[in-house]
């Protein structure tokens, strides 16, 4: 649990006596973020975790974007609100006040609400403790195991391997030979990481992931059409801040690398082929298949059950719809551009063709008509 003055100020809230809590640039006394605040109350309210609203508790705190949701927090037993200039708090300061709810100001009071989630939770692990290595984990030579690491029931870490500070390997989990784990990571059950595999700090890896295995690359023998499985012993190095999701899979390099920049946010039941490159902050949803030697740039989107064809490049900023298909050694760029379809291509695009290829279609039955050049997809 954490006072909200000491809360607002962790999370980067400017709160003063002038009714009025502001972050991120916006003015502290302006007619925009003037509400009660923390300094308001006597005394200080205790937060001791986020809620929805719906949820909320006299020792949780919520988050308002718009003016219904704000109306709703304020009649909720929620102990403080983080809310957006947008809402039109000064209108809602009298009613806060008698209330005798604190109200936070802040441009972007999701992410404010995200972050204190994480600083509620409190650490993994205890600070300064001994390790804590559960009696049937097996731990092979030459292990190296931090202070404040917790090794989970049955997990194996085989030799050499190294398990960083704080960090947290759930029960079953598998770490190879010689594998590197950062500090204050969270391997959950049944986890394998596979050698040459390395993991930055704050590394959060879900249940059942599989990283840092062999590739699917193969020769194929022209007389005998056998295939022959080509050398699969590069790495796989996840940078910092990375979370993986359950089920996922990361192949390692063929001969150098596989590589998640830091940030990046893959969802469950991801595929990843070898030598892949994940630019940081890159957010991939669930089902996306990527072929080997692809590339995600920087801050890209990939909505789910996206293809992406060997050697294509999806560039910084590009946002890639559901279903997108990316065909081999293909390249899109655009920070910002919307594309989809398959082959993927920019909207508005994808958009009209799909309209001309409906009324086509519509003009092409018997007694058809032929539709109206404005007519939109879905259209009758």
């Known amino acids: 649990m954490i006072a909200l ?25 302006s ?3 003037r509400a009660a605040t923390a300094l308001d109350l006597q005394p200080d309210p205790v937060i001791a975790s986020v809620s929805s609203i719906g949820q909320a508790g006299p020792r949780t705190l919520v988050f308002a974007e718009d003016p219904a949701s704000m109306t709703a927090a304020l009649a909720s037993p929620a ?18 006040g008698k209330g005798r709810k ?6 972007q009071p999701r992410l404010a609400f995200a972050r204190a989630a994480r600083l509620l939770a409190g650490p993994l692990a205890t600070p300064g403790r001994a390790p804590d290595i559960h009696p049937t984990a097996v731990v092979g030579s030459g292990v190296r195991i931090a202070v404040d690491a917790s090794i989970g029931p049955c997990a194996v870490l085989e030799e050499q391997a190294s398990i960083g500070q704080g960090s947290v390997i759930g029960s079953g989990a598998v770490v190879g030979k010689g594998v590197i784990i950062g500090s204050r990571c969270h391997l959950y059950p049944r986890v394998v990481i596979y050698p040459g595999t390395t993991l930055g700090d704050r590394v959060i890896v879900h249940a059942g992931a599989v990283l840092g295995g ?28 990375v979370e993986i999701g359950a089920n996922t899979t990361i192949d390692r390099g063929a001969l150098e690398e596989t590589r998640i920049a830091r940030g990046a946010k893959i969802d469950n039941l991801v595929h990843i082929g070898h030598n892949v490159r994940i630019g940081r902050n890159a957010v991939i949803a669930a089902q996306t298949g990527i072929s080997g030697s692809s590339g995600v740039g920087d801050n890209a989107i ?8 060997d050697h294509a490049f999806i560039g910084e900023g590009v946002i890639l719809g559901g279903q997108g298909g990316v065909l081999p050694h293909k390249t899109l760029k655009g920070p910002g551009v919307l594309f ?12 009209r063709q799909l309209g001309a290829l409906g009324r086509l279609t519509r003009s092409s039955k018997p007694g058809g008509r032929s539709s109206a050049p404005h007519d939109a997809p879905g259209d009758e």
Do not use: H
């Open 5 to 29: 003055t000491e809360l607002a100020a962790m999370l980067g809230i400017e709160v003063r006596n002038e009714t009025a809590g502001s972050c991120n640039g916006q003015a502290a006394g």
């Open 31 to 33: 007619d925009r973020s």
């Open 214 to 241: 062999d590739g699917f690359g193969y020769v194929r023998d022209q007389a005998t059409g056998e295939y022959i499985q080509f050398p699969q012993q590069g790495k796989l190095i996840i940078e910092d801040d």
């Open 102 to 107: 604190p109200v936070l100001i802040c441009a």
């Open 340 to 351: 989809w379809g398959t082959p993927a291509q920019p909207v508005k695009r994808y958009l």
């Open 302 to 309: 990939l909505g789910g059950q996206v293809g992406i064809g």
């Open 79 to 96: 102990a403080a609100i983080l809310a957006s200039p947008d809402v039109g708090t000064e209108s809602f300061a009298q009613d806060a």
